[in-house]
T-cell receptor, first 110, second 111 residues
């Protein structure tokens, strides 16, 4: 089954404790991206990757890092999380056309 | 910079009614426009994708249209059902730029 998976689905952490949210897709897509969704602000892109070892900033990259060492994986790294990064995070992949989204990761930073 | 607007932000209709959701975009140089459905706390499910060369796409009770010259897309839902209650988002893709989303229309279909 074609899908995008994210882990963990829910995470509560404390300020400053480094964390990684994993994202994996099995559709051999070249394009992957991360979004955050906040009430009243909608979906905003954090980072995207056009291919392995190629990443670029989206609209709200501050406080986040990504890496793309393999085509199927695109982890999101928060080196020092802060409460303003409490949000619902989505990973997506596409073949430069239709986008497919993961189920989301709800992150709370205390 | 592309901006996508969805009006209304919320809509409540009785079961069985036909309805139209609106999406407008400022830059008509788009490759495609995609409609998504999102249930509360869940991920996004792709409903319809309209390429820039197409005028409309249909899937079951859903029909999406695209008018690039006016910067508008509509999602038509026929014979609405309570199970259609969700937030509907449109997103415009313009090539080597991030997908730009509207903030969505929250639909409630009352039985």
């Amino acid at each position: 089954e074609a899908q995008v998976t994210q882990n963990p689905r829910y995470l509560i952490t404390v300020t400053g404790k480094k964390l990684t949210v994993t994202c994996s897709q099995n559709m051999n897509h070249e394009y992957m991206s991360w979004y955050r969704q906040d009430p009243g602000l909608g979906l905003r892109q954090i980072y995207y990757s056009m291919n392995v070892e190629v990443t670029d900033k989206g609209d709200v990259p501050e406080g986040y890092k990504v890496s793309r060492k393999e085509k199927r994986n695109f982890p999101l790294i928060l080196e020092s999380p802060s409460p303003n990064q409490t949000s619902l995070y989505f990973c997506a992949s596409s073949s430069y056309n239709e986008q497919f989204f993961g189920p989301g990761t709800r992150l709370t930073v205390l | 910079k592309q901006e996508v607007t969805q009006i209304p932000a919320a809509l409540s209709v009785p079961e069985g009614e036909n309805l139209v959701l609106n999406c407008s975009f400022t830059d008509s140089a788009i490759y495609n426009l995609q409609w998504f459905r999102q249930d509360p706390g869940k991920g996004l499910t792709s409903l319809l994708l309209i390429q820039s060369s197409q005028r409309e796409q249909t899937s079951g009770r859903l029909n999406a249209s695209l008018d690039k010259s006016s910067g508008r897309s509509t999602l038509y839902i026929a014979a609405s059902q309570p199970g259609d209650s969700a937030t509907y988002l449109c997103a415009a893709y313009s090539g080597n730029t991030p997908l730009v989303f509207g903030k969505g229309t929250r639909l409630s279909v009352i039985a």
